[in-house]
Nanobody, 115 residues
Framework: QVQLVESGGDLVQAGGSLRLSCAAS????????MGWYRQAPGKQRELVAS???????NYADSVKGRFTISRENAKSTVYLQMNNLKPEDTAVYYC?????????WGQGTQVTVSS
């Protein structure tokens, strides 16, 4: 089992910045990729950004150039630096980890961007 704990969500004005953190614990060996998803009210959960164990990153088109995902292996932590936030970024952000055929989720952290 892998446990994921997110932090860093907050209320911020448009144009502001936030950094989300996701700390992984448990059977973290062989985690192949970690990522951030988000879900806004009435919408499906969507991929925001991901990073593989080799460091390859992938971003949703809507956040390219504004968000940066990074990984600190020594701390088993993944970060999402979010700059130039927009009201449409408002959502619950979930951390995700993939290990073999298994997938794990955090409890989510709320990000609210006011206009």
């Amino acid at each position: 089992q892998v446990q994921l704990v997110e932090s860093g969500g907050d209320l911020v004005q448009a144009g502001g910045s936030l950094r989300l953190s996701c700390a992984a614990s448990g059977s973290i060996f062989s985690i192949s990729a970690m990522g951030w998803y988000r879900q806004a009210p009435g919408k499906q959960r969507e991929l925001v950004a991901s990073i593989t164990s080799g460091g390859t990153t992938n971003y949703a088109d809507s956040v390219k150039g504004r968000f940066t995902i990074s990984r600190e292996n020594a701390k088993s932590t993944v970060y999402l630096q979010m700059n130039n936030l927009k009201p449409e970024d408002t959502a619950v952000y979930y951390c995700n980890a993939k290990r073999a055929i298994f997938e794990y989720w955090g409890q989510g952290t709320q990000v609210t961007v006011s206009s």
